[in-house]
């Protein structure tokens, strides 16, 4: 699907400073070279299984669709990883081949908190050095993730440039990369920024996919109807559609952060939103005003809250392969709270945006149909924000 | 032959960066004047953008600044029309892509050639991805200057074989801004350049003395200025402007 220059339609390409680019083409060359490595996917399963914690269960949501009454519910459970989200699997991916490129220390940009853990975690494991940028004030927002890359032996750098989020985390991580390229990979979080990174991402996470058909066809005897997952730079959404992209009876869903609604400037909704432009080394969908300037977004869920969303997201857009609709945070949260109460499982506020979607088309689809929604994370860092949210001010 | 060539026809170019804007229009007009009237052979105008990846903090705060004093594209277009009028010296936009795409490649390169803007640097635009502009560039007279890198190694023949106007080397890793030291092998850069192209380079990133201008002219064919004239604009806002040209006559006079 990725051609020249990595592009995905008229997205992706590697719109960075030259700097960069001898990095970048060291980077797509060690990857082709150890993609089909058969040392390398080896010591990477093992590392997926006995380390992460793979394969991550599909499990059959019977409560909630007895409760919704329509088509039958199974979650792809990204929570139980090892580190608590989907992000785990690129990071161990990303790391060992920047292990195998002679790499010793990696930086990585966070929202949530969740990729930066990831890093952290898989820099201690691999005795790599390690530095996260995260916006200063998502520091404030996920003090506790913060806590736990320190204590991983990672250093946190609270970014105050621009509006302190996201968008400014990738930023400084790639200001950062320019200054130290020859010991140091940037372990980008998402299916974003310049190629080869929206495809190397991509495929580590493809094993979301991969695990999904085969354990639905174990369970179900079929393909489902329905792939569900949340959208900020489209990493877990890839990685539950790839494998399926070809499948044309499965619908692919992905569930964009529309914050406050998007008729309303407080939003992160970047397909339903946005147009396309070119930031962070790539062609595709951003939220922007009609000069180019990026717009500040905002989501309930630091992990959404980005302006723009991976090219492969966007091309899938385009061609009509995959659907893009946009959730609120007081759907979301109804949903976060919904799964906790019905089936024990806190998801992620981020995957509590696949859930509320899914809640919304179960109903009217049949009993015999099947929908597969992806819990991306684990909500327990999300609980003091839902409470805050529902004016309750908790500490943590 | 290209406009930008004459900036080098007097001995070595001193390149002078300012920000669009900041902190108003009117500032930067006067600072444009006041660089050109002591030795400025050509001046930059950043257009400012909300996420200058490729920018230190200085000029990151410059592009914050004239956001928001509320300049735009088409305030900034509107202003070079204005200053064409008695500024003659080679002038380029630097910007960052979706400035340009967000305008609009043709209206925004076409709106170059009519209001006198010679050329064009995109710092996130690198020889890879050069044909999205391209074309716009060539149809309207507009040079698409490249940029080389510490890193380029053997791209830097590639590149400055198809260079227009005039080369921008970067002279050490990271983002702008005024740097104590350059350590890179620029002469080792200048000479691969040279063996590939007839047009002048010139060299940027962390040049801030009269020391290290004169020191890199005599490698180069110019030298860059952007972060240090920019804290004139921090520093004294609306007054900038005297500072500017007193800082780019000792620049100047250094080169010779």
Known sequence: ?396 | MSKIRSAFANGKAFIAFITCGDPDLETTGAAVRAAVENGADLIELGIPFSDPTAEGPVIQAANERALAGGVTTDKIFAFVKELRRDVSVPLVFMTYANVVFSYGAERFLGTCREIGVDGIILPDLPYEEKDEFLPACRKYGVDLISLIAPTSAQRIATIASEAEGFLYIVSSLGVTGTRSEIKTDLASIVKVVRENTEIPCAIGFGISTPEQAKKMSELADGVIVGSAIVKFMAKYGKEAPKYVGEYVRSMKEAMK
Request: net charge negative; glycine share 10%.
């Open chain 1, 1 to 396: 699907m990725t051609n020249r220059n990595g592009r995905f339609g008229i997205h992706g390409g590697q719109y960075i400073p030259e700097t960069l680019m001898n990095a970048v083409i060291e980077l797509e060359e060690a990857y082709n070279h150890y993609k089909d490595d058969p040392d390398f996917n080896r010591e990477l399963t093992a590392l997926f299984n006995d380390y992460a914690g793979r394969p991550s269960r599909l499990y059959y949501a019977e409560k909630m669709t007895k409760d919704l009454g329509g088509a039958k519910i199974y979650l792809k459970r990204e929570d139980l990883n090892h580190t608590g989200a989907h992000k785990i699997n690129n990071v161990l991916g990303q790391a060992l081949l920047a292990k195998k490129m002679g790499k010793t220390r990696l930086i990585a940009e966070t929202g949530a908190g969740q990729h930066g853990v990831a890093t952290a975690t898989a820099a201690a494991l691999m005795g790599m050095e390690c530095v996260v940028f995260m916006g200063e004030e998502d520091t404030v927002r996920q003090a506790l993730n913060v806590y736990r890359m320190r204590l991983l032996g990672a250093t946190v750098i609270p970014v105050r440039s621009g509006t302190g989020t996201l968008k400014d985390a990738v930023s400084e991580a790639m200001r950062e990369w320019t200054s130290r390229i020859e010991d140091t990979h940037y372990c980008l979080g998402s299916v974003m920024g310049p190629h080869p990174f929206p495809t190397i991402v991509r495929d580590f996470q493809a094993v979301i996919s991969k695990e999904i058909k085969a354990q639905i066809l174990e369970k179900e005897g079929r393909l489902p109807d329905a792939v569900v997952a949340c959208v900020g730079g489209g990493s877990n959404a890839i990685g539950s559609f790839y494998h399926f992209i070809g499948d044309a009876g499965v619908r692919l869903i992905g569930c964009e952060a529309a914050g406050r609604g998007i008729d309303t400037f407080e939003t992160a909704a970047t397909v339903n939103t946005g147009r396309v432009g070119i930031f962070h080394g790539m062609k595709s969908y951003f939220c922007q005003d009609e000069y180019g300037q990026i717009a500040p977004v905002y989501s309930i869920s630091a992990g959404l809250d980005y302006p723009g969303i991976g090219p492969e997201h966007a091309y899938l857009h385009d061609v009509g392969r995959a659907e893009y609709v946009p959730v609120t945070d007081e759907e979301a949260v109804r949903a976060f709270e919904y799964t906790a109460k019905t089936e024990g499982i806190i998801p992620a506020i981020e995957s509590a945006h696949a859930v509320a979607h899914a809640m919304k088309i179960a109903p009217s689809m049949g009993k015999d149909q099947v929908i597969v929604i992806t819990i991306s994370g684990r909500g327990d860092k999300d609980c003091a924000a839902i409470a805050r949210y529902r004016g309750e001010d908790i500490h943590e």
